[in-house]
């Protein structure tokens, strides 16, 4: 979450709706950061897949596609979601929702993934927000079973690199840096070729710059064409 976190009411209207865990959709106001968890187990799928995993564009449409994937919530994850106090949850089981489905999670990602991906996919991805994984037990860390699971998908292959051996890239804060930052690229890529023409400056583009007067700069003219 953007925000540090604390029990009082939020507003349900926080993250790309792709990205938007179920009680969010419904409505609650109070949630917690296991709204996050939801947000990176699709963001994992998304790169399993290289393509977004949910895409509606409302939030029935989205929770429809959420039922074709996950199977049709059960009786303990409905309590759960209504102990949270989502407002639109009757609704949505009245006129929407899908019973009966089947958990479609292995037979969409294990053809391109592993058994273990598959396990953290269905962690993060859980109905009931109570019984998703925390980061904690998606990193593997602690004693607990789900931490054990959490851990054998990090010590598959390829393993993680140390952050120390990440690429790097410039760190841009201001407008200036952004300025600086383009103008040595486009030295380096050799996009300011110049030759004199006359007294004048010309660059690629055709363009026809004139610096003859001191102290003012005319506005650039379009160069004549070649007849």
Not at 57 to 64: A, C, G, H, R
Not at 122 to 150: D, F, H, M, V, Y
């Amino acid at each position: 979450m953007a925000r540090e976190y604390s029990v009082r009411p939020l507003t349900p209207g926080v993250v790309t709706i792709w990205y938007r865990a179920p009680e969010l959709l419904l409505g609650t106001k109070h949630y917690t950061p296991a709204v996050d968890m939801w947000s990176a187990g699709l963001v994992l799928a998304e790169l399993i897949q290289s393509e977004p995993c949910l895409t509606g564009e409302t939030s029935v449409d989205q929770l429809s596609l959420m039922v074709k994937l996950l199977g049709s919530p059960t009786a303990d994850d409905m309590a759960a979601l209504s102990a949270m106090g989502c407002p639109d949850l009757i609704r949505w089981r009245r006129e929407s929702l899908a019973s009966g489905r089947a958990d479609n999670l292995e037979r969409r990602f294990l053809a391109v993934s592993t058994v273990e991906t598959v396990n953290l996919l269905r962690g993060l991805l859980a109905w009931n927000p109570r019984a998703r994984w925390t980061a904690a037990e998606a990193l593997g860390k602690g004693k607990g079973q789900i931490a054990l699971s959490g851990e054998k998908w990090w010590k598959e292959s390829p393993r993680a690199v140390e952050k120390e051996l990440l690429p790097t890239y410039p760190e841009i804060r201001n407008g200036a840096s952004l300025k600086g930052l383009q103008h040595r690229s486009r030295e380096a890529e050799g996009e300011t070729s110049q030759a004199s023409f006359g007294g004048a400056t010309i660059r690629d583009g055709g363009y026809v710059f004139d610096f003859q007067d001191e102290g003012n700069v005319h506005r650039p003219s379009k160069r004549a064409r070649a007849m």
